[in-house]
């Protein structure tokens, strides 16, 4: 499961007219109040209309992110090495599926459609997380993304579960339970992969050097760049910022990194005792721009899978509501 | 007699009974063209786990829910009642657990 911890704007480049706020100031004072008393707020609550875009805008890429991360694994199923590995795939594509649906659910109680919704993913207006724009080259990918990709997405997860929106606290309370099988299994596919050949261990290091960088950026652009992140922070949406949750999740993964016996590729890497975090070397910004921007290397192939697959599946869904529409006219005329 | 022609799914509130003995609990919602297979999936997407041994599925549409602005009229009338409550009264030591 995963989330980029950044609601980047659907319509990068555009500029969005700002609106002067009409809120009525009574109302407004009352949704700060609840706020500020780290109150919750229900679908059928007064809220803001910047607060519900907000939101709609976030879960909604939230939701995509999950349905879109299980093309590059799904990909692997029928190439998993062993009917173990398979069935532990087939579960973990499966929950992610699971997660996309309880996220459009939660998107869809602040008024949006999941028409809506796919709409806006299939015709390329939609973010989704940056990292499943890059292939997925040898069987270590699979594990390299459970242990760090879906462990970037925990450490995201984690707080959101405390989100001031019921709805969406509700749901990454349910996918955080689920989750750390993801991160577990993962890792542990690759220590087996480091006990066997040394063309093998090659295969973990190779996909350590070309993941670990993408899952850095992951956290969104560093705090200083975030202007966003204020407001989410200010209305509960988020609790902690990009920079604090990245430096977490080095500080996690280094020593996690030693025991698997991979070497994280970054020269600067190293403990800082004054700080007592890890330093860290600069993260390439521009290329996770392009990325979000749909110039990934893989972007259009995922757009297009995703799709397809919506596309032909068109038919179960026509068939399945003609079928509960012939049943509703005959228990109509048996009723008659 | 019509039925309205659907675009969508139609959305599913859905019920889990974790275990024999306990009440179904509203854990999320769903769309689905009909009650047997908003059933089908609720199995897939909230029992995957052995969350429930029994599920009851009930259209969105079909809930009447109490209006936010109304929570003050319904629900602060029975705030001063405390009287309501065991802890209301006092009972000598003595008389031990009652």
Known sequence: MYTQSFSVPDN????????????????MAAFD????????IEPQDWMPEAYRKTLVRQISQHAHSEIVGMLPEGNWISRAPSLKRKAILIAKVQDEGGHGLYLYS?????????????EGLHSGKAKYSSIFNYPTLNWADVGVIGWLVDGAAIMNQIPLCRCSYGPYARAMVRVCKEESFHQRQGYEALLVMMQGTEAQRAMVQDAVNRLWWKCLAMFGPPDADSPNSAQGMRWGIKRISNDDLRQKFIDATVPQAKVLGVTLPDPDLKWNEA????DYGQIDWQEFWDTVEGNGPCNKERLSTRVKAHNEGQWVRDAALAHARKQQQRAHKEAA | MNTPALKEWPLWEIFV???QGLEHKHCGSLH????????????DV???????????????????????????ELFDPAADKIYRHPTFYEIPEEVGHM
């Open chain 1, 12 to 27: 990068a480049g555009q500029k969005s007219a700002r609106t002067p706020s009409t809120e009525n100031p009574e109302l």
């Open chain 1, 33 to 40: 109040a609840r706020i500020d008393a780290d109150g919750r």
């Open chain 1, 106 to 118: 939660a998107a869809e109680t602040l008024g949006t459609s999941r028409d809506q919704m796919l």
């Open chain 1, 275 to 278: 700080r007592q975090h890890h």
């Open chain 2, 17 to 19: 009974r974790s275990k």
């Open chain 2, 32 to 43: 689905a063209a009909d009650a047997a297979q908003a059933l089908h999936m609720a199995r």
């Open chain 2, 46 to 72: 909230y029992t995957r786990r052995q969350e429930g041994v029994s599920i009851w599925v009930l259209p969105s549409a079909a809930i009447t829910a109490s209006n936010p602005d109304d929570k003050g």
